[in-house]
């Protein structure tokens, strides 16, 4: 297109422009309103609870401004004050911060009474004092290594055992790795759509999971696939690391998870739970190298893909832990399966280089292998 | 948190808590009114209530406390007392708590309304008109003929009905809307206290009025505020004034929807119950039920000064508005 063309797309903008304005400046959209009481819309985003206190975040996900005038907790009116204003203008946020002797251990229910008369719920389902940043961070780096570091460079030493397969076991491992993978993009998928739905309505949870999938895999594909079509190891290298970035993604996305799920107190974190996610992440690991199993890769680059697979798990917990929103978690989660996407894509290609078609014995039960194993090792952390 | 020991930063972090905690607390609270004593924890009574004041509500809750309507008077060729009333039915945004507007049905503009008070035996005409927008009538609890008992006789938007009945039996009566659906057009306001004096007048008291009501501001069956007339908490932000030794008397109607029962508990004191507003008392106690549309006159005296509380002995309405206080003084009680 050359700037000649350009002018050609300026009528119908204009055109819209002036539409816009007939409608608002006119009156025409007071008619099209009618005479309706406003639409109200409040979330809670987040929710701390600290000595004496419940400090709630809220977003004006609706289309009007929404003024907060009471506060009931358990159904009790309470003082409160609430910032900036008392009044949310649309895609606006307040705190509201209530000084309230609540019970550990124990539910509460907050109610926030609107000028009109309309009511908005918080259940808080299990109340504990919401960690404080610098408290927890020590508890959350413990559980990112112990649940997403420890396992995937375990699971980096597989690599002696799949370089001495034959080539049939050999696709069989990249089979399964890419069976793990879909897995976990399918489970991650999942839950970020599950998320989506506490997501204030204006900021569209499934069209944002949707946005941060497929722009995470176009990006990718954008930037690193010229590289994983190279023939030979600098190709399969590409794909290992893309691998490692994938998982890194996803496991930033989990540690937003199991963070956020610690500091409410929804998961205690047993001995159980941190077995089975180990397990499950070991899994990770071999995902990583299988590509590489015939290349000899230095020991430096293999602990490059660890760290890159594992350490995001550490600063998703941190996060997940301190400062969760559903918005944001659902949003991760969303990249982590797009990046998913975009590996298990790379994977398939290199089953197709023998010439033998895609789907053999050796790939599929791969496949299936690795969906099975996960399944499997999921079943440790339900 | 009970399992943790006390870390030295864990104490100073409670100590800024408490301190920030202070400062919402009064400003949220504010000094004005309350006798309590500043804020100094999350426990604090004071901290339990609605925040602001109504300042767009139909009636001045102090102002209503002590007002009765007794019609104009004229005498009939028989010698009998005439009350007549004017009422009409308006439509009325008005204030139910801080901040939150309720579309309100309203007899003369206010919630509860008028308190209309007449002499046993007396003829009362209450000439109605309803300047509202859906139909309504005016159905009073007492002794008359069907044809003046407001529930067939619908009266239309801009329609007028004149109700005419000899005033029995003494006692504490109730009006309210009886169109349909009913209970619809009671939660939006339509109600107010009817008292019959007994011809041998009752003993000389401070007299007070009390309507326990509720309102539905979501309308999904069920109240998201308490109050006795009308604002949550009126009488706890600004406490009744009662003299020492002096007999008090309250006229108390229970007329709260969705919920089946209602209650009035008094605290460091009895009080004697006339049940629906007989001369015969009925019952020495602190705490009475009040069914829905059930009404009695409590009779009290406080021998002692000091902040009485007074309130729904269900917790819950209690915490939603329905809650108060006497501030009992020596000597002559002001506001």
């Known amino acids: 297109m050359t700037t000649r063309q350009w002018p050609w797309g300026l009528l119908p903008l204009a055109l819209l422009a002036g539409l816009v304005v007939l409608v608002t400046q006119t009156g025409l959209l007071d008619r099209l309103r009618g005479d309706f009481p406003p639409v109200e819309q409040l979330t809670v985003t987040r929710t701390v609870l600290s000595p004496e206190q419940i400090t709630l975040h809220l977003v004006n996900g609706g289309p009007d401004p929404v003024t907060v005038a009471q506060v009931v907790v358990d159904e009790a009116f309470w003082a409160f004050t609430i910032e900036p204003s008392n009044t949310v203008p649309r895609l606006g946020r307040a705190t509201i911060t209530i000084p309230y002797p609540w019970v550990e251990y124990e539910a509460h229910n907050v109610m926030l009474l609107t000028s009109t008369g309309l009511t908005f719920e918080h259940e808080i389902p299990l109340a504990v004092a919401t960690p404080t940043t610098a408290g927890s961070l020590g508890v959350f780096t413990m559980i990112g290594v112990y649940v997403g570091v420890l396992p995937v460079v375990i699971g980096l030493l597989f690599l002696p055992l799949l370089r001495r397969l034959s080539r049939e076991w050999f696709e069989f491992m990249l089979a399964l790795t890419a069976g793990l993978l879909i897995f976990l993009g399918v489970d991650a998928l999942h839950e970020a759509i599950e998320l989506s739905a506490e997501v204030a309505p204006a900021f569209q949870g499934v069209p944002l999971v949707l946005l941060g999938v497929m722009g995470t895999w176009l990006l990718l594909q954008m930037v690193a696939g010229p590289r994983t079509r190279v023939e030979g190891a600098a190709g399969r290298f590409s794909v290992a690391w893309l691998v490692a970035l994938g998982i890194g993604l996803h496991n930033f996305g989990e540690g937003l998870a199991i963070g956020s799920a610690y500091a409410v107190g929804e998961a205690a974190l047993g001995a159980f739970l941190v077995v089975g996610f180990m397990l499950h992440n070991t899994t990770e690991g071999i995902a990583i190298v299988a590509p590489v199993a015939q290349d000899r890769p230095r020991i430096g680059t293999l602990l490059g893909m660890g760290a890159l697979a594992g350490i995001p798990t550490i600063f998703g917990a941190w996060l997940g832990g301190t400062a969760f929103s559903p918005l944001m978690a659902s949003l991760f989660l969303a990249i982590g399966v797009g990046a998913i996407v975009q590996v298990v894509v790379a994977l398939f290609r290199m089953f197709g280089c023998a010439g033998q078609g895609v789907w053999r014995p050796s790939t599929a039960g791969g496949v299936l292998a690795g969906l099975v194993v996960m399944y499997v090792t999921g079943l440790l952390v339900a | ?335």
């Open chain 2, 1 to 335: 948190m009970s399992d943790t020991p006390l870390s030295r930063r864990a104490l100073i972090t409670r100590g800024v808590v408490g301190v920030a905690g202070l400062a919402a607390a009064s400003r949220a609270v504010g000094a004005a009114e309350r006798h309590l004593v500043h804020p100094v924890s999350a426990h604090d009574p004071s901290l339990s209530a609605t925040v602001g004041r109504v300042t767009r509500g139909s009636i001045d809750p102090m102002a209503f406390l002590e007002h009765f309507e007794y019609g104009t008077i004229s005498r009939l060729p028989d010698g009998r007392t005439l009350r007549e009333y004017r009422i009409n039915a308006v439509d009325r945004e008005i204030e139910v708590a801080p901040g939150v507007m309720y579309p309100a049905w309203t007899y003369n503009g206010q919630v509860p309304g008028p308190t209309l008070r007449a002499t046993e035996g007396d003829l009362v005409r209450v000439e109605f008109t309803n300047a509202g927008t859906h139909a309504h009538t005016m159905h009073f609890h007492g002794i008359h003929a069907a044809r003046m008992d407001g529930v067939y006789e619908v009266v239309h938007p801009g329609q007028s009905f004149t109700y005419e009945f000899t005033a029995k039996p003494a006692g504490l009566q109730v009006y309210h809307c009886h169109a349909v659906p009913l209970k619809r057009h009671i939660a939006k306001g339509l109600y107010g206290t009817f008292i019959i004096d007994p011809r041998v007048p009752r003993p000389p008291a401070r007299e007070m009025v009390m309507v326990l009501n509720g309102f539905d501001t979501n309308f999904d069956g069920s109240n998201e505020v308490y109050a006795a007339n009308t604002i949550p908490f009126a009488y706890h932000h600004q406490p009744i004034p009662v003299k020492k030794g002096e007999l008090q008397r309250i006229y108390m109607v229970n007329i709260l929807e969705f919920d089946l029962i209602n209650s009035m508990h008094m605290h460091g004191n009895f009080f004697t119950l006339y049940r629906t507003g007989s001369v015969q008392p009925s019952e020495f106690t602190d705490t009475v039920m009040f069914c829905q549309g059930e009404r009695h006159i409590l009779e009290f005296t406080y021998e002692d000064t000091g902040q009485f509380m007074f309130h729904a002995h269900q917790s819950e309405f209690a915490e939603l508005g329905w809650m108060g206080v006497f501030n009992v003084v020596d000597g002559e009680a002001t506001a």
